[in-house]
């Protein structure tokens, strides 16, 4: 049911279904007076959505920031791997898709050549409403064989299907395995912040690497504060489904 009702979130959380709803509100309404309102209200919504720096800006303050080789420990015993960066609903399924967010990925895959982890746990089911028998886990492992990791570094966890099962059932390996004591967790740099709860809530203490920024330096050029762009509706999307997600994992105690 929860799974359920955080695609229905997603959805309500749309910033162009807000567009739309003020749009469909100014069309119905027979005052004047109430449709300029509305139709204002549309156009200041899609100034603020489509507004490159606003969203920079509040991607900057949520996302949390790179960490420095140098700040993490030696050598851990694992990078925490988790997914939601490739599609496995996209055939034919004789190659792996990969969408944003794959420097997870390679962020993982740098830790280990170089040499500041021994092993790379791979956490991740499907995100489909429905489990499919086919893993986002299983998809980069593939890729991480293709770099040449050997199945003696890889451990996979492919029965999560969310962030809260992410932390779960890494705990319930490392519970099993020891010797995986000092960890490393690579996310999006968006969702770190989330993932970081859930794994802290766990009784897991992992140090942060967020990876995927989404963000830009600010800049003081005019196409960064004034040209709108339709990839900042995307990007308010994205942050506020991260947003409500930490709000409702709050709330339910699962950070």
Known sequence: ??????????????????????????????????????????????VVSTNTALVNEALLAWELPPVRLR???????A????????????????????????????????????GRVRHILVSGGSGAMLQKAHTEAADLITLLHLAGVPDSVIIKEDQSRNTRENALFTQRIVQARPELDTLILVTSAFHQRRALGCFTKAGLQPHPFPAGFLTSDRAATPDYWLVPSAEALSRWSLLLHEMSGYVVYKVLGYL
């Open 1 to 46: 049911m929860f799974f359920l009702l955080s695609k229905l979130l997603d959805f309500l959380l749309l910033p162009v279904l807000w567009l739309m709803v003020l749009l469909l509100a100014a069309w119905l309404t027979r005052r004047p007076a109430r449709r300029r309102a509305w139709l204002l209200a549309a156009l200041a919504l899609l």
């Open 79 to 114: 990078a925490v791997l988790l997914t939601g960066i490739t599609s496995v609903s996209k055939s034919p399924h004789d190659r792996v898709y990969l969408h944003e967010g794959a420097d997870r990925l390679t962020n993982a895959l740098w830790l280990w050549r170089a």
């Open 71 to 77: 700040e993490l420990p030696a050598r851990a015993d």
